[in-house]
């Protein structure tokens, strides 16, 4: 059992043991020459010890020589435990001391690299999904128990103040591709950016803002651009209340900035179950994606019992009840409705109609 231990704790066990042993022989050899048992333990206490209080009995012929015997053998198993405790402290922080060199050693040859600042509730998000995708890493965190944390499960890390230069030295940010910031502070985040920017002018930056008052000032300090957490989750709250079947479709991805840009475009994203009045049963995806002046295009549809096909073949053939997810140039999209006789057809986003101050969704 105890060949399962290192070193130092396997001297202090053994320690211990010797130390016991010893304790209980001198006590019982006390007894067996006339002694009381309280007054054999306090007798092998003070000598063990080294207290110095004068003995309770005199100390004469065979009772000197246990005596003796219980100094040495005594006094050394103490020193041997004190010696085991030393050693662990030492091989503690002697190994602590050469990890975090070697830690360093090896960020100071990284390039190319992410730095990610805080590792608080969105920096473990972050840790996660950039660690998945198999992106080199180096954290950076005040706190050195999250540090510790981090660096046990095999990530680069470093415990210092992300506003100081010689810790984003020390990350290697002259040498790193991205840094993102993801702080609860904005005050601090702008100032990681901004000292980011300055030691890196091609570095990309990212920056958490937990204010929307807090992005103009984050680009001017040199963010190429802001995330604002509760805003996402906002957005993908009113995802999940206004458009369930959409979400379903794309699990865990944020859609609204994918409307966005293809609204530029003149695109819609929408969606349409199709049901026992419509013309569309039978009739194949290539049907429907070459309808239209600019066409469509059938990005996923999911049968009733729930399986999603994703980028569905042209021949694969609609059924009713099929929940459709399409793309097309938004002046097409009535055209469609007409052509397959889609009464339920929604947009990516419903839209409220309002006249003299009624509100009313189609």
């Known amino acids: 059992m105890l060949s399962a231990l290192d070193p130092a704790h396997r001297r202090i066990a053994h320690g211990f043991l010797v130390l016991g042993a010893v304790c209980a022989i001198a006590v019982f050899g006390y007894v067996l020459m006339g002694?009381?048992?309280?007054?054999?333990?306090?007798?092998?206490t003070i000598t063990i010890f080294g207290v110095g209080y004068g003995e309770v009995r005199p100390v004469v012929g065979e009772v000197r020589w246990l005596t003796v015997g219980v100094i040495v053998v005594g006094c050394s198993s103490l020193i041997y435990i004190l010696g085991g405790f030393f050693q662990l402290i030492a091989e503690g922080?002697?190994?602590?001391?050469?990890?975090?060199?070697?830690?360093?050693?090896?960020?100071?040859?990284?390039?190319?690299h992410v730095i990610v600042c805080g590792l608080g509730r969105i920096g473990r998000v972050l840790k996660a999904d950039?660690?998945?995708?198999?992106?080199?890493?180096?954290?950076?965190?005040?706190?050195?128990?999250?540090?510790?944390?981090a660096i046990e499960q095999g990530s680069y890390a470093l415990t210092g103040n992300a506003t100081s230069d010689e810790v984003l030295l020390e990350a290697g940010v002259t040498r790193a591709?991205?840094?993102?910031?993801?702080?609860?502070?904005?005050?601090?985040?702008?100032?990681?950016?901004?000292?980011?920017?300055?030691?890196n002018p091609d570095l990309r930056i990212i920056a958490r803002a937990e204010d929307p008052a807090s992005d103009s000032k984050m680009m001017q300090a040199g963010a190429d651009k802001v995330v604002l957490p509760s805003a996402l989750s906002g957005e993908r709250a009113a995802q999940m209340i206004l458009r369930p079947a959409m979400v379903d479709f794309?699990?865990?991805?944020?859609?609204?900035?994918?409307?966005?840009?293809?609204?530029?475009?003149?695109?819609?994203i929408e969606q349409f179950e199709v049901d026992g009045e419509s013309s569309l049963i039978g009739r194949t995806v290539g049907a429907l994606e070459?309808?239209?002046?600019?066409?469509?295009?059938?990005?996923?549809?999911?049968?009733?019992?729930?399986?999603?096909?994703?980028?569905p073949e042209k021949h694969f053939t609609f059924a009713e009840e099929d929940s459709v997810l399409f793309m097309g140039h938004a002046e097409d999209i009535p055209n469609l409705r007409e052509a397959f006789a889609i009464a339920n057809l929604r947009p990516a986003i419903s839209r409220p109609l309002v006249y003299r101050g009624a509100t009313r969704r189609d």
Do not use: C
């Open 35 to 44: 002694w009381s048992v309280s007054d054999a333990v306090y007798m092998v």
């Open 290 to 311: 070459s309808s239209g002046d600019g066409g469509f295009l059938v990005i996923a549809i999911r049968r009733i019992g729930g399986k999603v096909v994703r980028n």
């Open 130 to 149: 950039l660690e998945a995708a198999d992106a080199t890493v180096v954290f950076v965190d005040i706190n050195a128990d999250r540090v510790n944390v």
């Open 250 to 268: 794309f699990t865990d991805q944020d859609l609204s900035g994918l409307e966005h840009e293809l609204r530029v475009l003149g695109l819609e």
């Open 93 to 112: 922080e002697l190994n602590r001391l050469l990890g975090s060199r070697k830690m360093k050693k090896t960020i100071e040859e990284l390039n190319d």
């Open 177 to 199: 591709r991205a840094l993102a910031t993801v702080l609860p502070d904005d005050a601090l985040n702008v100032f990681i950016t901004l000292t980011a920017r300055n030691l």
